[in-house]
């Protein structure tokens, strides 16, 4: 009898121990989960925003204009150059005004034109606007990273494809003009750089034919105006919704744009959300109707200012919705099978993050830093509150963590890992996140004993 309560004794003891290493294993495997909300800073963030437009040959006042805005429309002007070939001194220009644009960390949206007002002069034959193109391409080309979008310009009045000499006759006469001319842009453009048309229908007739194709956006130059945006929604077989619609889907990825010419009813903030979120609007002009975004500044939606509102979702805007990870870990653990993390980063702006852009992990010591590229290429097809989520697995460097007592885990978003500048980074829209130096400081693993690390907020 003895025998037997000595015996079950010790298998209670070892079951015990058992269910006692096994909830440890479970405490110890047990991933955690940080959720976290938008907050509603106005963020200055680099290739969307309000702009502001300026003439090349005025190009001294960029420095002051990259206060207000994050994006200039760079106007160039060339109505002496209708008889020939643009001047070396004419092209010296372009390229003093698009350095001291990217020294000023201000995004360039591109439109030349044989003048920017009425009743302009253009070339005797469609052909020496190409040749002006290939000229204008070789400058832009040298700048690719910190152009946004090159308007196709050249056409008529102000560049907008309206009152050209060669924009009369039928339909097809006019067709073969807007093609032409988008075909010298693909031809020496470089491929990266994307291209804007003033209505939905010449996107959809350039798709048919091939060209430029991945590259075309809209500029609407007549935003929330009349039923039909003065004309930009002018296809007999499409309404102002079945537009709004396409553009939804088939623009998702592209720069979109333009300015409100007058403050009409459509105009209203409700109404501008919805249409901007289907257009995907990156870039709105800042002074070209101020009566409609002082009206904004003084209305309100979702419980804060409509300007601001507004102003906050063009282009992207991302923040880290979801972080899950293990709770400790062991030194070895740590540079030997690495550490696991989920993330899940969500897009509320109405336009998706430029593809130049890349996602880096960073772990900071205080003295060494880490940065590991996450491959996310979903990110750059998402927006208006969509989500990407990422599983990654880090290794540490074993020296790295033996010598830390501290490591800040973060996210830089930048077109390289060596870029310093905050103007050229993109911060996140949490509250609750430090940013310094281009990172977005998220959480930390501090060391609390010889061999432990925890992960704390």
Not at 115 to 142: A, K, T, W, Y
Request: hydrophobic share 40%; glycine share 6%; aromatic share 10%.
């Amino acid at each position: 009898m003895k025998k037997k309560v000595k015996y079950l004794l010790m298998m209670s003891v070892f079951i015990i121990i058992v269910l006692l290493v096994l909830m440890a294993g479970m405490i110890w495997q047990r991933k955690i989960q940080w959720d976290f909300q938008e907050g509603k800073q106005v963020l200055t963030n680099p290739d969307r925003g309000f702009y502001i437009q300026v003439n090349s040959a005025n190009y001294e006042r960029i420095p002051e204009l990259a206060k207000e805005a994050r994006v200039i429309l760079l106007a160039f002007h060339m109505d002496e150059y209708i008889l020939g070939d643009l001047s070396e001194e004419k092209l010296d220009e372009l390229r003093c005004a698009m350095d001291t644009a990217g020294k000023e960390h201000v995004a360039v949206v591109f439109r030349a034109a044989y003048g920017f007002q009425d009743g302009v002069l253009e070339p005797d034959g469609i052909e020496q606007m190409g040749r002006h193109i290939e000229q204008i391409s070789r400058i832009l080309n040298d700048y690719e990273e910190n152009i946004l979008v090159v308007q196709a310009g050249m056409l008529g009045e102000y560049g907008e494809w309206h009152s050209s000499i060669y924009l009369k006759g039928n339909e097809e006469e006019q067709k073969r003009s807007r093609l032409y001319i988008l075909e010298q842009w693909e031809t020496y453009l470089n491929p990266g750089i994307k291209v804007a048309v003033r209505r939905p229908r010449f996107i959809r007739e350039a798709m048919e034919e091939n060209i430029l194709e991945g590259r075309l956006s809209l500029h609407n130059d007549a935003l929330l105006s009349t039923d039909s945006d003065m004309g930009t929604y002018d296809d007999p077989a499409m309404d102002r919704t079945a537009e709004l619609k396409w553009m939804e889907e088939a623009l998702a990825e592209q720069v979109n744009g333009g300015e409100m010419p007058t403050p009409e009813e459509w105009s209203l903030p409700e109404n501008a959300v919805k249409e901007f979120a289907s257009m995907h609007v990156s870039y709105l002009n800042l002074k070209y109707n101020e009566a409609v975004i002082e009206r904004w500044s003084k209305m309100s939606i979702e419980g804060m200012n409509a300007k601001d509102y507004l102003e906050n979702h063009l282009g992207y805007r991302l923040f880290l919705s979801e972080l899950a990870m293990k709770k400790l870990y062991l030194e070895p653990e740590l540079y030997v099978t690495g550490m696991q993390m989920d993330i899940k980063l969500c897009n509320t702006g109405y336009g998706a993050l430029p593809s130049k852009y890349k996602v880096f992990l960073s772990l900071d010591s205080g003295e060494k830093q880490i940065l590991q590229e996450i491959q996310m290429p979903e990110l750059y097809r998402i927006s208006n509150a969509q989500t990407v989520e990422k599983q990654i697995t880090v290794k540490l460097p074993k020296e790295f963590v033996e010598e830390s007592g501290k490591i800040v885990i973060g996210l830089k978003i930048a077109g390289d890992q060596e870029v310093e500048n905050e103007a050229d980074c993109v911060e996140l829209a949490n509250e609750e996140f430090s940013y310094r130096n281009g990172i977005n400081e998220v959480i930390s693993l501090q060391k609390v004993s010889k061999w432990l690390y925890k992960v704390s907020k």
